[in-house]
């Protein structure tokens, strides 16, 4: 059930509040992880940073924090495909990219791309699809660069509002943009987009600034309000604060995914499209919660 990268060194001090950018300081993250795989009430647990078919990771480079999630698309499951191995496999190298220093922290879409293209060179194929989601904070400009391809993404909480955020990206209802790796011949019948299609997005962040990225797990459940009640409960910018919101958080969604009589903003977007649907949508879960602190190594 539990996940967690803890960087024992880190030492960081983040003012709730925000302050000036006007100052030469580094900036850090302070960041956990917390999820659930779907089939968590059967006892299915995935190892490492995967929550069921969900993945992501979080690194450090002398020049950057990186953030990546992805969510593996179910439906291979269908044809003997496990779904978990393609976001799984896509999260690693994407993180083995960043700690090998093979990244400019302004484009977190290259990051994306040389993962995707690592995976289609792979002399063992590996079939599937799976949104994705990257964020990096250049600690020196004090800026987050972000790309989303798909329907996870991130929220940017700055005095209690989203001051920045994603935009999901869907071809249509239920239908997000998504990587994908065919079996030969069979590329034309699988949807897939291209890493370049991901939206793109770069702004300054202040100290105390609360990033939450996530799988649409998350965001198919929790409307904005609720995510900020949760957040308001983040009083100090330590690690084992962030811990127990993302937690918090995480333990909210699940809840609700199955509750049949809530309104989810899933089911909302479903009678959007003409659909009679009510209820949570029991999925994977997977958060990521930041602070932006002050870095000293």
């Known amino acids: 059930m539990l996940s967690v990268l803890s960087y024992g060194r880190l030492v960081a001090r983040a003012v709730l509040g925000g302050l000036s950018q006007t100052d030469g300081r580094d900036y850090s993250l302070i960041s956990a992880s917390y999820g659930f795989g779907k089939d968590f009430r059967k006892g299915i647990l995935k190892k490492g940073m995967c929550y069921g078919d969900d993945a992501c990771f979080i690194a450090r480079h002398r020049t950057a924090d990186v953030l990546g ?91 209690g509002e989203v001051v920045h955020r994603s935009n999901e990206q869907q071809h249509y209802f239920n239908t997000p943009f998504q990587l994908s790796i065919a079996p030969p011949g069979a590329e034309g019948a699988v949807l897939s987009d291209s890493p370049e299609a991901a939206d793109s997005s770069s702004f300054d962040v202040q100290l105390g600034d609360i990033i939450l990225t996530a799988s649409d797990g998350l965001f198919d459940n929790m409307p904005d309000y609720m995510i900020l009640r949760e957040l308001k409960k983040l009083k100090t910018p330590s690690y084992d604060s962030v811990l127990q919101t993302a937690q918090s958080i995480a333990q909210q969604a699940h809840d609700l995914a199955y509750d049949p009589n809530y309104m989810s903003p899933f089911a909302q977007f479903a009678c959007d499209n003409g659909l009679n649907v009510r209820g949570g949508k029991p999925d994977d879960i997977t958060v990521l919660l930041s602070i932006v602190a002050e870095y000293t190594d």
């Open 69 to 159: 999630v992805a969510d593996g698309v179910g439906g291979w499951r269908d044809y003997g495909v496990d779904p978990s191995q393609f976001s799984a496999t896509l999260m690693r190298t994407c993180e083995r990219l960043v700690k090998e220093g093979r990244f400019s922290p302004n484009n977190p879409v290259g990051i994306l791309t040389s993962g995707y293209y690592e995976l289609l060179q792979n002399k063992i194929p590996l079939l599937g699809s799976s949104t994705a989601c990257i964020v990096v904070l250049d600690r020196r400009s004090h800026r987050l660069h972000t790309c989303n391809l798909g329907d996870s993404g991130f929220l940017v909480v700055r005095g």
